[in-house]
């Protein structure tokens, strides 16, 4: 992956996904070579609903899933999002609960193309679907079209 996508995408993010992404939150960033993942922490940590809220209405990113997984303690809720390939940003977010309702972390996945970019929403939403129980789901048709 090169330099110059993370460095876009950490220019762009805190305008694109305000309250979200914080630069001064940056925890760590790990490049793959296909893509490079950047975690972030949340200022004040935030319940799950209001995220996908956001990132659904004033963020323009699409819900690929939303799953309650079961876990020792209670139930866990995993969800991804991520922008459309048309508005020139390659990335997807993934966020968790893990104690109560809130979401702690973010997860950014910075992709430079496309093709590899459709195969990780792809296999993200295979696996989650088999994980738990579905709250919402986009349809593997609506998905690929979006990069058609």
């Known amino acids: 992956m ?8 950490r220019l762009m993010a805190p305008v694109q996904l305000p309250g979200l992404i914080d630069p001064q939150h940056l925890e760590s960033i790990d ?7 950047l975690t972030y922490s949340l200022a004040e940590p935030a319940p799950l609903y209001k995220l996908l809220n956001d990132m659904e209405d ?3 990113l ?20 991520y922008a459309s390939p048309s508005m020139q940003s390659m990335f997807k977010l993934n966020v968790q609960t893990l104690n109560g309702d809130v979401v702690r972390l973010v997860y950014v996945y910075v ?38």
């Open 2 to 9: 090169t330099h110059e996508s993370i460095d876009k995408f």
């Open 31 to 37: 490049d793959y070579g296909d893509y490079a993942l």
């Open 58 to 60: 004033r963020m323009n």
């Open 62 to 81: 699409n819900i690929l899933y939303h799953v309650s997984v079961p876990s020792v303690r209670n139930s866990e809720q995993h969800a991804c999002a």
């Open 111 to 148: 992709f430079e193309s496309i093709e590899v970019m459709l195969e990780y929403l792809k296999d993200d939403l295979d696996r989650h679907l088999r994980m738990g129980r579905v709250l919402s789901q986009m349809k593997m048709s609506t998905l690929i079209a979006d990069f058609m």
